[in-house]
T-cell receptor, first 115, second 113 residues
Framework: AQTVTQSQPEMSVQEAETVTLSCTYD???????LFWYKQPPSRQMILVIR??????QNATENRFSVNFQKAAKSFSLKISDSQLGDTAMYFC????????????FGKGTLLTVNP | DTAVSQTPKYLVTQMGNDKSIKCEQN?????MYWYKQDSKKFLKIMFS???????INETVPNRFSPKSPDKAHLNLHINSLELGDSAVYFC????????????FGQGTRLTVV
């Protein structure tokens, strides 16, 4: 069974600075998908960024980028130029490459951006 | 237009009651899910339907019964509610042949008193 570990329950960063959230996972599959979701106080789950395991290139979406290290099974999220609106719970999620489409989530990291 | 919508957003009910949560998606996706988020914010899959067929049924009490009348709808019925059922329940959908990333509804906060 796949597991996803987020070792930082809480983090804080000053506005305009950069922060990195950690995620590691365990799987025996060679092809899979990884995601970061954001859950602000509104409770809505919002997809931030995604990565296919067979792609070497790290995904980037505006101020959000990932550092995907397949051999180390690590998938960290970097947020540049942090904004107050980035304050949220961030969840790392894994989806296997087969027909089991479920997402396995980490326990989340609560990120607070301070003014 | 809301892509994945679930109703109600809030539900307060007494122990022993039966309640339903409804979910609809207008994304044309073929797979729908129910996830449960507990008080510690941990998200866990409960059920998944692909083209109206149940494909994932995690260890969930029999009191929980999903129903998918068509690809765009997935409802969750809960019998004999218990205090421990209090949680946020999320509906989600995805297109299995693509990334499989899930699009989530806004969640239903269920409080059993």
């Amino acid at each position: 069974a796949q597991t996803v570990t987020q070792s930082q329950p809480e983090m804080s960063v000053q506005e305009a600075e950069t922060v990195t959230l950690s995620c590691t996972y365990d799987t025996s599959e060679s092809n899979y998908y990884l995601f970061w979701y954001k859950q602000p106080p509104s409770r809505q789950m919002i997809l931030v960024i995604r990565q296919e395991a067979y792609k070497q290139q790290n995904a980037t979406e505006n101020r959000f980028s990932v550092n995907f290290q397949k051999a180390a099974k690590s998938f960290s999220l970097k947020i540049s130029d942090s904004q107050l609106g980035d304050t949220a719970m961030y969840f790392c999620a894994f989806r296997g490459g087969g027909s089991n489409y479920k997402l396995t989530f980490g326990k989340g990291t609560l990120l607070t951006v301070n003014p | 237009d809301t892509a994945v919508s679930q109703t109600p957003k809030y539900l307060v009910t007494q122990m022993g009651n039966d309640k339903s949560i409804k979910c609809e998606q207008n994304l044309g996706h073929d797979t729908m899910y129910w996830y449960k988020q507990d008080s510690k914010k941990f998200l866990k899959i409960m059920f998944s339907y692909n083209n109206k067929e149940l494909i994932i049924n995690e260890t969930v009490p029999n009191r929980f019964s999903p129903k998918s009348p068509d690809k765009a709808h997935l409802n969750l019925h809960i019998n004999s509610l218990e205090l421990g059922d209090s949680a946020v329940y999320f509906c989600a959908s995805s297109q299995a042949a693509l990334w499989g990333e899930a699009f989530f509804g806004q969640g239903t906060r269920l409080t059993v008193v």
